[in-house]
């Protein structure tokens, strides 16, 4: 009997689990991912948030994620949210607006949020529908202060409190008054006097929250009665009111990290109806000295289109080994990261985080992929690389991530090229048409100029020049080819160039081009 209804209370707990509507679980999906970024595990809090918001739709319980965030929301934001249809997709597109890091799959500003949220309902609790009082919402705002000071002189002024962020330039100052229990933020500095008294001990205090109001102290003290005190305290109040206002709505320590030196390019390829946007990086192993002998490398990209669809996603972790013989000789690790882009036009981030130090190097940018529909010659970007060379019997796994149509290219991610060097262009050209032997005829088109005037371009004493140009005609067995070209920078002059690369299919006369900026510098 027991076994049995055992068994029952089994199936109706499982016929409850599996009942629940999209609303119902994009609710639990929304409490998960509060106690997660409470608990600092931030991908998961984000996976979380993410599907809940997706899903929520105008479920009632996508107020309360509001709530959560309303101090952080913009005025437009606010007004948008109340007459959306789309509640939960119009917070979602708000939290991705705020992720200091689009290129990794955390939102850390999501858990940081939560974070701060909670520490105002604990600490600055009051029983206004917010449940915390403006210090709390200061508190989310942009967080902890680099100073503070609290002040409660009984029959001479109110308590008050002064919080002072010296970590922001300018400094930001905000002055809080007791009133009713509750603290709020005090709109002139002279809100705190309950009577005459209490000026002196309140400028005292306050001297070491900002130099500002030692201006004001001085004239206390001198008391020449040559100024007013008022239009001092005014005064002094619309310099500091103005402060604040030149900082953004709401700030974020994730926002303000260590910038990492690191040199990137990009380039779209297009294989099997796909895009692919490709990133070449390099990072000087100088700049990743640590007392440990090692050294961790997050890299990071994502593509999202304009309804926040995450298209593809890359993070992955590299740990180095550091030998002291590869610093002071200019090396650098170099990588490629490689996502799908779709059709329309979205938005790629990458991010190159060295863990140690938190140094980050990201970037965001528009792209397109290519039409899959389109049946024409057209051309993939150009590629910069260092090095092409057939591919070789034994390839490390560190290097097959550089391969292309059997060649190893080894991308080059700088602007600048040494003039005794040689660079090395790479590109691809799909759609080409067949002739009835079967092969394709291609006549490649180059030419190199300065970015300068007529007069700088011309060269009457020969030597080394300004433009550089070449024609010459390629044959394959593919309707895509692998085109490449080797450029002899030390004929160059230093500065700054364009290659423009024209590519015409022979049986079609169809043509494309494609351009590319470098940048040539003297040898020393």
């Known amino acids: 009997m027991q076994t049995r209804i055992a068994m029952i209370s089994l199936l109706l707990v499982a016929q409850i689990a599996f009942s629940q509507t999209p609303g119902q679980s994009a609710i639990v999906q929304l409490k998960k991912a509060y106690t997660l970024a409470l608990e600092q595990h931030p991908i998961e809090a984000t996976t979380q948030l993410y599907e809940g918001l997706k899903a929520i739709g105008n479920n009632a319980y996508v107020d309360t994620v509001m709530k959560q965030m309303h101090d952080i929301l913009t005025i437009e934001e606010q007004r948008a949210y109340k007459i959306t249809s789309h509640k939960g997709n119009l917070l979602l597109k708000a939290w991705r607006r705020r992720d200091p890091s689009p290129a990794t799959p955390e939102n850390e500003r999501y858990a940081e949020h939560i974070q701060r949220l909670d520490h105002a309902r604990r600490y600055y609790s009051s029983p206004q529908p917010r449940g915390y009082d403006d210090r709390g919402m200061i508190w989310i705002r942009y967080g902890e202060p680099d100073n503070y000071i609290f002040m409660q002189f009984p029959r001479k002024i109110r308590a008050n409190e002064g919080w002072a962020y010296q970590r922001y330039e300018p400094p930001m100052i905000f002055n809080f008054i007791e009133r009713g229990a509750l603290y709020c933020l005090s709109r002139h500095c002279y809100d705190f006097s309950l009577f005459s008294g209490g000026t002196k001990e309140y400028l005292q205090a306050r001297i070491q929250l900002d130099p500002k109001y030692f201006k004001l102290y001085v004239a206390l003290m001198n008391d020449n009665r040559k100024i007013s005190f008022g239009a001092l305290f005014r005064e002094t109040d619309?310099?500091?009111?103005?402060?604040?206002?030149?900082?953004?709505?709401?700030?974020?320590?994730?926002?303000?990290?260590?910038?990492?030196?690191?040199?990137?390019?990009?380039?779209?390829?297009?294989?099997?109806?796909?895009?692919?946007?490709?990133?070449?990086?390099?990072?000087?192993?100088?700049?990743?000295?640590?007392?440990?002998?090692?050294?961790?490398?997050?890299?990071?990209?994502?593509?999202?289109?304009?309804?926040?669809?995450?298209?593809?996603?890359?993070?992955?972790?590299?740990?180095?080994?550091?030998?002291?013989?590869?610093?002071?000789?200019?090396?650098?690790?170099?990588?490629?990261?490689?996502?799908?882009?779709?059709?329309?036009?979205?938005?790629?981030?990458?991010?190159?985080?060295?863990?140690?130090?938190?140094?980050?190097?990201?970037?965001?940018?528009?792209?397109?992929?290519?039409?899959?529909?389109?049946?024409?010659?057209?051309?993939?970007?150009?590629?910069?690389?260092?090095?092409?060379?057939?591919?070789?019997?034994?390839?490390?796994?560190?290097?097959?991530?550089?391969?292309?149509?059997?060649?190893?290219?080894?991308?080059?991610?700088?602007?600048?090229?040494?003039?005794?060097?040689?660079?090395?262009?790479?590109?691809?050209?799909?759609?080409?048409?067949?002739?009835?032997?079967?092969?394709?005829?291609?006549?490649?088109?180059?030419?190199?100029?300065?970015?300068?005037?007529?007069?700088?371009?011309?060269?009457?004493?020969?030597?080394?020049?300004?433009?550089?140009?070449?024609?010459?005609?390629?044959?394959?067995?593919?309707?895509?080819?692998?085109?490449?070209?080797?450029?002899?920078?030390?004929?160059?002059?230093?500065?700054?160039?364009?290659?423009?690369?024209?590519?015409?299919?022979?049986?079609?006369?169809?043509?494309?081009?494609?351009?590319?900026?470098?940048?040539?510098?003297?040898?020393?």
């Not at 895009?275 to 000295?289: C, G, H, K, N």
């Not at 529909?373 to 993939?380: A, C, E, H, V, Y």
């Not at 067995?477 to 004929?491: C, G, Q, V, Y």
């Open 238 to 524: 619309m310099v500091i009111r103005d402060q604040n206002y030149q900082h953004p709505h709401t700030i974020t320590e994730l926002e303000l990290p260590g910038r990492l030196e690191a040199y990137v390019k990009t380039a779209r390829f297009f294989k099997d109806n796909q895009t692919y946007i490709e990133t070449y990086l390099s990072v000087p192993f100088d700049q990743l000295a640590d007392s440990s002998g090692k050294a961790s490398l997050r890299l990071s990209c994502t593509v999202v289109d304009d309804s926040t669809e995450i298209h593809d996603q890359r993070d992955k972790v590299f740990h180095l080994p550091l030998r002291s013989d590869i610093f002071n000789k200019g090396l650098s690790f170099t990588s490629q990261m490689r996502v799908k882009l779709p059709s329309g036009l979205s938005r790629y981030a990458f991010s190159i985080g060295h863990v140690e130090s938190s140094q980050v190097y990201k970037d965001e940018l528009e792209c397109r992929g290519f039409d899959v529909g389109r049946t024409d010659l057209f051309l993939s970007d150009i590629q910069l690389a260092a090095d092409i060379q057939p591919l070789p019997e034994k390839l490390p796994k560190s290097q097959k991530s550089f391969v292309k149509n059997n060649n190893l290219i080894r991308p080059y991610a700088f602007s600048e090229v040494n003039s005794e060097r040689t660079l090395f262009f790479y590109l691809e050209a799909y759609n080409l048409i067949l002739c009835p032997s079967g092969s394709s005829t291609l006549k490649v088109a180059w030419k190199v100029d300065a970015h300068k005037n007529l007069i700088d371009k011309l060269n009457p004493f020969g030597g080394r020049s300004y433009t550089l140009s070449s024609t010459y005609k390629q044959q394959g067995r593919s309707r895509t080819e692998p085109i490449f070209i080797a450029l002899d920078i030390h004929k160059l002059m230093p500065g700054d160039y364009k290659m423009t690369l024209t590519v015409t299919d022979e049986n079609t006369m169809h043509l494309e081009k494609r351009e590319i900026e470098f940048i040539v510098k003297n040898t020393i």
